[in-house]
């Protein structure tokens, strides 16, 4: 699983952001804001051992991997419920679980969630929000 982000550069400063993660930082050169972003969702992540790879693509393009996908899906599942506003509690509850932890559980790494199941959480935290797949780019 690859997310998608963009570098460009801003002034004297590189930006780079991936949308889905609600995330951006900058560098002083392109490379450096590649870096950046790297470390700022692996700090944003907060997991052991949880690394980030980044797959530069043409112009302004990148994407962002992790050997770890149930990290970076929970990172995703955290982003967009903190965007939302919503405890895990209110979450839980969007979903129709009586317990938090139904959907804590997916946050946290501990479950794996399938295509349908990973739609119906990001609805739950992001309602009315279309999430997008494309092909990845080569590297």
Known sequence: MRFSGKVYKDGR?????VP???????GRTRKEALRMVADLLESLANRPDFSVKIHPGKQEDFEVSAPDTRGLVGLLLRRQRERSGLSLGEAAERLGAKSRNAYARYERGTSTPTLEKLN?????????RDFVLHHSIET
């Open 120 to 128: 119906e959480l990001l609805q739950a935290v992001s309602a009315g």
């Open 20 to 26: 889905i993660l609600d995330a951006m930082t900058q």
């Open 13 to 17: 400063f590189w930006l780079a952001e």
